[in-house]
T-cell receptor, first 109, second 113 residues
Framework: AQRVTQPEKLLSVFKGAPVELKCNYS??????LFWYVQYSRQRLQLLLR??SRESIKGFTADLNKGETSFHLKKPFAQEEDSAMYYC???????????FGKGNQVVVIP | GAGVSQSPSNKVTEKGKDVELRCDPI?????LYWYRQSLGQGLEFLIY????????KSGLPSDRFSAERTGGSVSTLTIQRTQQEDSAVYLC???????????FGEGSRLTVL
């Protein structure tokens, strides 16, 4: 079974401070990991995926298979980063995308 | 734009009534998903379509929930004899291929009184 855990529901950080959202997963096969973001009054959208290995809006995430983690990081938070962030896992031929419960990020000016 | 379209955007109904939620995916997207978004529960997978067939219905919470997709396009999620615990935002998403990148609609907010 696929399972995604995001331990913190709410994360408040000051503008300019680093932000890290934790994501741990459980899956026996070879996973694909994603971060999705939902800004206020907007639809849920893809932020980044581990196979792309790219930085989007200053965010990066590294897949650590040993720790089964895919934490999202940004060195300097901006006010526009305030949003709901979801970690998601897709397992091999199973096309179901399993989401965590999400992290609400509030960036304090 | 030509994004995923869902209707109605808001639906208030009485306990025991049936509701239908509609999803128009992005043209050409073969995969279509339904999720339920509840406060504190994140996104709960309901069902997935590849074309018109549903290989994975395991997320449907009870037999009051059903979904169909016709012509490889529009999908309808039906909830019969609604209960208060069915209140949530129902999200539809489509995908062009088995990539894991989903394109979401704005959701249908269901409130059961």
């Amino acid at each position: 079974a696929q399972r995604v855990t995001q331990p913190e529901k709410l994360l408040s950080v000051f503008k300019g401070a680093p932000v890290e959202l934790k994501c741990n997963y459980s899956y026996s096969g070879s996973p694909e990991l994603f971060w999705y973001v939902q800004y206020s009054r907007q639809r849920l959208q893809l932020l980044l995926r581990h196979i792309s290995r790219e930085s989007i809006k200053g965010f990066t995430a590294d897949l650590n298979k040993g720790e089964t983690s895919f934490h999202l990081k940004k060195p300097f938070a901006q006010e526009e980063d305030s949003a709901m962030y979801y970690c998601a896992l897709s397992g091999g031929g199973n096309n179901r995308l399993a989401f965590g419960k999400g992290n609400q990020v509030v960036v304090i000016p | 734009g030509a994004g995923v379209s869902q209707s109605p955007s808001n639906k208030v109904t009485e306990k025991g009534k049936d509701v239908e939620l509609r999803c128009d995916p992005i043209s050409g997207h073969t995969a279509l998903y339904w999720y339920r978004q509840s406060l504190g529960q994140g996104l709960e997978f309901l069902i997935y379509f590849q074309g018109n067939s549903a290989p994975d219905k395991s997320g449907l919470p009870s037999d009051r929930f059903s979904a169909e997709r016709t012509g490889g396009s529009v999908s309808t999620l039906t909830i019969q004899r609604t209960q208060q615990e069915d209140s949530a935002v129902y999200l539809c998403a489509s995908s062009p291929r088995i990539t894991g990148e989903l394109f979401f609609g704005e959701g249908s907010r269901l409130t059961v009184l």
